[in-house]
C-alpha cells in the first residue's frame, strides 16, 4: 500500500524535520489514525516530495524526514488558465479538475457577464477557499506542485497582464478556428500557454475584440455549447494530450 500523502507548506520544513499544520494533523490522528512511526508522503507544493516518519501527534503533527525526490507529476506544458468567475461553487469544480489535469495557474477574471460581485475583502476570501481546493486536488492527485489561485481581478487586467511570449488561446463559441487547427501551428511545442475561458453565457464580443487587440487567437471546440465548468477542463485536456503528457507518454523538451 502506497504511504498516504500530505501537503505541507516549505517554512514548515527545518533541516530533517517536518511539522504539519492542525488541519493535516487532524486527517493525519483523527481521520486516519495513523501513529508514530507510520511513514507519509509530505509534498510542499512547489516540486519536492519527502518521505516522513512520523514521530509525534500532539497539537502538530511531527516527523522526521527519511527520503527526498522531485516531482515526476508534472507536465511538461505550464497552462494558466484565465476563468470568467462563474456563480454558485462551479469555481470550486473548475479548480479540482483543472489541477488534477496539471494546470500550473488558475487567474479568476471578471467579466461582463460574471454575475457575482464582490468587495476585493471577499474576493480575496473566495480566493483563499479556491486555494484550499487546489491543494486538497493536488494532494488527491498525487502532484507536489500546488497551482497558484490569483485573486480575481477584472478581466481586461488579466488579459493585458498575460505573457505575451507564449501561446494565448481564446475560447469562445462565437466565433474563431478549430483548437486542432491553432494546435498544429504550435511548432516547436511551447513550454506554456494561457488560455482564456469565459463564465456562464460566455465573453461578450467587446471582450473578445480586446483580447484579439492584445494578440489573442480565437479557438473553438467544435459545435456544441460546452458549460463554463466544462468547457476549461476539456480544453486543458486536449492541450495536455496535444502538447503534454496527458495519455501516459514522456514529452521531451
Do not use: N
Not at 3 to 10: D, E, G, H, L, Q
Not at 25 to 41: E, F, M, N, Y
Not at 50 to 55: G, K
Amino acid at each position: 500500500m502506497r504511504p498516504r500523502r500530505f501537503t505541507v507548506s516549505p517554512e514548515r520544513i527545518a533541516g530533517d524535520r517536518v511539522t504539519f499544520d492542525r488541519e493535516e494533523t487532524r486527517h493525519i490522528a483523527s481521520v486516519l489514525r495513523l501513529v508514530p512511526g507510520d511513514v507519509v508522503v509530505a509534498g510542499d507544493g512547489r516540486g519536492h516530495d519527502y518521505t516522513v516518519r512520523l514521530e509525534s501527534l500532539g497539537e502538530t503533527a511531527t516527523g522526521t524526514i527519511v527520503a527526498t525526490a522531485g516531482t515526476r507529476a508534472e507536465a511538461p506544458l505550464a497552462v494558466t488558465l484565465v476563468q470568467g468567475v462563474p456563480k454558485g461553487d462551479r469555481m470550486e469544480t473548475i479548480v479540482r479538475a483543472a489541477t488534477e489535469l496539471g494546470v500550473a495557474r488558475i487567474a479568476p477574471a471578471i467579466t461582463e457577464r460574471t454575475v457575482v460581485r464582490l468587495e476585493p475583502g471577499r474576493w480575496r476570501d473566495r480566493a483563499r477557499r479556491w486555494q484550499r481546493v487546489a491543494k486538497e486536488s493536488a494532494k488527491q492527485c498525487g502532484r507536489s506542485i500546488v497551482p497558484d489561485v490569483d485573486v480575481p481581478r477584472p478581466l481586461a487586467d488579466v488579459l493585458a497582464d498575460a505573457d505575451a511570449t507564449a501561446p494565448r488561446l481564446c475560447l469562445w463559441e462565437g466565433d474563431g478556428s478549430p483548437l486542432a487547427d491553432a494546435l498544429a501551428t504550435l511548432v516547436p511545442p511551447p513550454r506554456s500557454l494561457t488560455l482564456l475561458v469565459g463564465p456562464e453565457g460566455g465573453l461578450a464580443r467587446a471582450e473578445v475584440d480586446v483580447a484579439i487587440g492584445l494578440g489573442w487567437k480565437v479557438v473553438s471546440l467544435g459545435p456544441r455549447i460546452l458549460r463554463t465548468e466544462t468547457a476549461g477542463p476539456a480544453a486543458i485536456a486536449i492541450l495536455q494530450f496535444a502538447l503534454g503528457d496527458l495519455g501516459g507518454r514522456t514529452t521531451s523538451r
